[in-house]
C-alpha cells in the first residue's frame, strides 16, 4: 500500500510561508508522478501543483503560480510543496497524490496520502 508521511502543515499568518513535505513508503515512488490537491470547508477538492516522476515538468494551478514550488527527492522518496505569500485562501487541507498517469487530476489519482491542515490567519 502506498503510504505517505506528511508533514509541514500548521498555522501561518498571512504573507508567511511554509514548506509541506509527503514521504512515501510501499511503492516504487519514481514510477508516479506526484502532486498535491487541497481542499476547503464547503468546496471540492482542487489541484494545486504536479510534478513528473523524473522531476522534469512541473504544473501548478493559476491560483498558486508563482507562489508555491513543488519538487521531489526521488532518493528520498519524498515531494514537497514550499509555499510563500500566503492568504486566507490558502487555508485547506492538503493531500499529496501519487498518480500513474498523471497526478493533475483528481480522477488520474492512484494513491492518496493523509491530509495535512493549513491555517493562513488574516
Known amino acids: 500500500r502506498f503510504s505517505c508521511r506528511r508533514s509541514g502543515g500548521g498555522l501561518v499568518q498571512a504573507g508567511g510561508s511554509l514548506r509541506l513535505s509527503c514521504a512515501a513508503s510501499g511503492r516504487t515512488f519514481s514510477y508516479y508522478d506526484m502532486g498535491w490537491f487541497r481542499q476547503a470547508p464547503g468546496k471540492e477538492r482542487e489541484f494545486v501543483a504536479a510534478?513528473?516522476?523524473?522531476?522534469?515538468?512541473?504544473y501548478y494551478a493559476d491560483s498558486v503560480k508563482g507562489r508555491f514550488t513543488i519538487s521531489r527527492d526521488n532518493g528520498k522518496n519524498t515531494v514537497y510543496l514550499q509555499m510563500s505569500s500566503l492568504n486566507s485562501e490558502d487555508t485547506a487541507v492538503y493531500y499529496c497524490?501519487?498518480?500513474?498517469?498523471?497526478?493533475?487530476?483528481?480522477?488520474?489519482?492512484?494513491?492518496w496520502g493523509k491530509g495535512t491542515q493549513v491555517t493562513v490567519s488574516s
Open positions: 497524490a501519487a498518480g500513474w498517469k498523471s497526478a493533475t487530476v483528481t480522477g488520474d489519482i492512484n494513491f
Open positions: 510534478i513528473t516522476r523524473g522531476g522534469g515538468s512541473t
